[in-house]
């Protein structure tokens, strides 16, 4: 059934299956590429491998055909887990692509094997409010305050939500002089003020958006920038509170796949086309924050510059993934009677 | 296939036939049975079987653990609580319905009884998105509620109201053929003695038409405790409150955990199939006694 | 499945007042979801509607979902009439057990259907190391989808057809073999049309439920665009790309094919039942 699908075509002229390929790589003409990628990425990478065939194409003469596949960032790994032939991925958090290599399909030095934690392109977690902050939601203390409805899907299912719960546990943590349990009291209040818990990022994003649910969508700012994008301005606005998360997004390609398929030589120039200039600029058009000194620098007051904690900070993902999501973890704990 | 059965049916001689098969003079038993057992083997049973196999690798100890969570325990109290209530309405609308739909004319009949089937045929998630639009707070129905206080989106209650529409079409297919075939005389006998109407319905009616309400009930009420699509969109999602049992199965999938799910899974198959085959137990007694 | 000979009463007494609640319920619990979905497809003029099918996603989508139709509802309805032949006319033991797995599918979550497929035949499903071997790729591909599809709907033919067949015994079958017949021709010529209005009852039903299923496919497809994405998948996709209107638009179209089905069958038995009603 392949071929009589039409595929998205990233460069489809008919005419070019003449094209000898030239030089670097494989003498197969026509080569085709599975990127798996998790849901806020969809706009990115449309636009994204338009530019990189075109630029394959230039250096190889092969011609590119990039199928895409988007879903949540923990469905995708478990799907490649499961046998999705994914030749690269790139997801919301490397958890899920730890994951993936702890079943043997990545090398386990997957994240140093690229620049930057193998993450070409950040995010932070932000919140989105109602046109004139009604509410007056400043900070995350605003976030527990009575009366405030905080939309944010559930941190079981959605990568994003994980990242954001790490950021409201880094605040408070700080925020209560290390003291954890007046820490995970902070997130406890905040998450009872939690009308709906989607199983997702975009789920969120419509509840408040489209559902009119709630005060503030605490989520990706790559997600929020979007939805102001596309309902249009001066309905909603974003509130950047001091202290929030570095959110690293990673990319990495998978090795068995690539190996089998001989696609490793394409699937690896297309991830480090993601830290070129071109692709940097790109991944700022659509609201991620660029790893590229020289770009960053040029959109400093897109992205104002704010006091951001790390993964590290929590011991990792695996340790944070045990400690706080797990079956009894801390967010579990949340919805438990005291 | 047809073409296939019988060489499928050489291939397994039946040679024990007539110890466990009454003798007939129809041909085309084996070829027909080869086929159906092969077919159901690898679609039923080859699939059900890895469901069954997969949570032991888990101590039962640790089976039993993940079962009775408080979480999870809430889960599947509000799938199967939410999934009984939705059924029980639905019997009664559905009976009414079916009624409407095969003793009066009125325009539009063949167009409303097409209707009917539609939750059946249209996908989950349309389902789903479309009543969280209906009854989310700025939605047709939902502004009509939201000043009366009730809340149906993103409450358990929103649970209810998607399981209303899934489980329709189960009662109403059922009832309509046995309403069908309910001999109209006897009616008019009962009306001719001097029963009015409620009396016929209830001494004449109801008796004849329990079975079918009853495969109705339980059908709406395992397709509604297993239901996803339809409901993820409508409940909240909220652990211990408004969580259905199939996310919690989902959950357990984002952690890797297949055995916990696939335990969680079968805990929820076993107590539609306990329903089931209580409510077919149920059938047999009252066939038997309301047969003449 | 005798479609309706007696005539229909015009409606008396309580009659006004049962159809009045019932047409009420209907329009509340199917007419208001049916009626946003149209009402959201439209909501941007005509052009925004008819936008969606020049997409080739769409149109991929759209023509993957009549290919597993196309395969699935022929196999359910061979399975349906051999399993209806075996149980109906023989008499054999375990026959209730039979009809139990039968119905077993039935009560089955869409999430626990996708995800034993994944059991079988995923990477590290018991079949996984075999197929990858062999080059074969079922889950995330073609295969795997019907097998989805298949699982969902495979009672639905199946229980039209058993119990009409239980009720017409083989009274006709037996006659026609006493006179010569062979049991491809009692098939053909007896059993068939007989059942033609169940059958054909059962076809459309399956074929509405295997276009529009979700949550098994969601997990057996990879969701890999305009090559493993169904429509009821695209219209997941498209609604989280903020195309709203191309959600619904797509929504609407499945929504339309299941009442163009629905409304179909029920044309189509009236047209038939005198005939199959002698």
Known sequence: ??????????????????????????????????????????????????????????????????????????????????????????????YDIDSIAQRGLIAPNWQSRLPSNSSPYTSTIVF????????????????????????????????????????????????????E?????????????????????????????????????????????????????????????????????????????????????????????????????????????????????????????????????????????????????????????? | MVALAPSLGTILDVRRRAAWREPSALPGFRGAFAFTLVYAGLIILLPLAALVARPWEHSPADLVHGILQPRTLAALRLSFVAALAAAVVNTAAGLVIAWVLNRYDFPGRRVVDALVDLPFALPTAVAGIALATLYGPNGWIGSLLAPLGVKVAFTPLGVFVALLAVGLPFVVRAV???????????????????????????????????????????????????????????????????????????TRLEAYDYAGAAAVGLTMLAISLAVLIATNWAQVRLARRGAP | MTASTRALRRATGFGPVLIALALFWLA???????????????????????????????????????????????????????????IAKFEFRGKALLLALIDLPLSISPVISGL??????????????????????????????????????????????????????????????????????????????????????GVLLCNARAMGEFGAVSVLSGHIRGLTETLPLHVEALYNDYDFVGAFAAASLLAGLAVVTLIAKSALERVGAPRSTT
């Not at chain 1, 080569?31 to 990425?41: E, G, Q």
Request: no cysteine; aromatic share 8%.
């Open chain 1, 128 to 179: 989105l409010v109602r046109a004139g902050n009604p509410k007056g939601i400043h900070d995350w203390l605003d976030l527990v305050k009575p009366g405030v409805g905080v939309i944010t899907p559930n941190p079981n299912t959605s990568g994003g939500a994980r990242w954001s719960y790490l950021a409201a546990l880094g605040f408070a943590t700080r925020h209560n002089g290390g003291d």
């Open chain 3, 116 to 201: 034993v497929w994944v059991l079988v035949f995923g990477a590290r499903g018991w079949f996984g190391p075999i197929l990858d071997v062999a080059g074969v790729k079922i889950i995330f591909a073609l295969p795997g989808i019907v097998l989805g599809t298949i699982l969902v709907t495979v009672s639905l033919i199946a229980r039209e057809i058993i119990p009409l067949m239980a009720e017409q015994g083989s009274d006709e079958e037996l006659a026609a073999t006493t006179l010569g017949a062979g049991g491809w021709t009692v098939f053909r010529r007896v059993t068939l049309p007989n059942v033609r209005w169940a059958l054909l009852h």
């Open chain 1, 1 to 94: 059934m392949a071929s009589g699908l039409s595929r998205r075509e990233v460069l489809a002229t008919s005419g070019a299956m003449a094209l000898v390929a030239s030089g670097v790589a494989s003498a197969e003409p026509n080569v085709t590429l599975l990127n798996v990628s998790y849901d806020p990425t969809r706009e990115f990478h449309k636009a994204f491998d338009v530019l990189f065939a075109a630029d394959w194409r230039k250096r190889t003469g092969q011609i590119l055909t990039i199928n895409q596949s988007y879903d949540g960032s923990g469905k995708q790994a478990r799907a490649v887990v499961d046998g999705l032939q994914a030749d690269v991925v790139t997801l919301g958090l490397a």
């Open chain 3, 28 to 86: 509340l619990i199917i007419g208001a979801p049916l009626a946003t979905v149209v009402a959201e497809a439209w909501s941007k003029g005509s052009e925004a509607f008819f936008n969606i099918f020049k997409q080739p996603d769409a149109l991929a989508a759209i023509r993957l979902t009549i290919i597993v139709a196309a395969i699935a509802v022929p196999l359910n309805a061979a399975f349906g009439l051999a399993a209806g032949w075996s």
């Open chain 1, 181 to 338: 349990t007046r820490a995970l009291g902070f997130v406890r209040g905040l998450y009872h003020n939690v009308p709906v818990l989607d199983t997702g990022a975009r789920g969120s994003t419509n509840t408040f958006v489209q559902r009119g649910l709630g005060d503030v969508l605490l989520g990706w700012e790559n997600e929020a920038m979007l939805a102001i994008d596309e309902v249009g301005p001066g309905k909603f606005e974003i509130i950047r509170p001091k202290l929030s998360i570095l959110a690293e997004p990673p990319v990495s390609v998978v090795d068995k796949v690539v190996d089998k398929r001989g696609t490793r030589a394409v699937s690896e120039a297309y991830l480090k086309f993601l830290y070129t200039v071109a692709a940097q600029e790109l991944a700022v058009k659509h609201h991620f924050r660029p790893r590229n000194r020289t770009v960053a620098a040029r959109y400093a007051s897109t992205f104002p510059a704010l006091d951001l904690i790390t993964i590290e900070r929590f011991g990792g993902w695996k340790v944070a993934q045990a400690k706080h999501f797990a079956d009894g973890g801390t967010f579990d704990k949340i919805y438990q009677p005291s």
């Open chain 2, 176 to 250: 309509q053929p046995v309403l069908e075939d309910l001999d109209t005389a006897l009616e008019e006998a009962a009306q001719t003695l001097g029963a009015n109407t409620l009396q016929t319905f209830a001494r004449v009616i109801l008796p004849a038409l329990s079975p079918a309400l009853l495969t109705g009930f339980s059908l709406a009420f395992a397709r509604g405790a297993g239901e996803y699509g339809s409901v993820i969109f409508i409940a909240g999602n909220m652990p211990g409150v408004s969580e259905i049992g199939p996310l919690v199965i989902v």
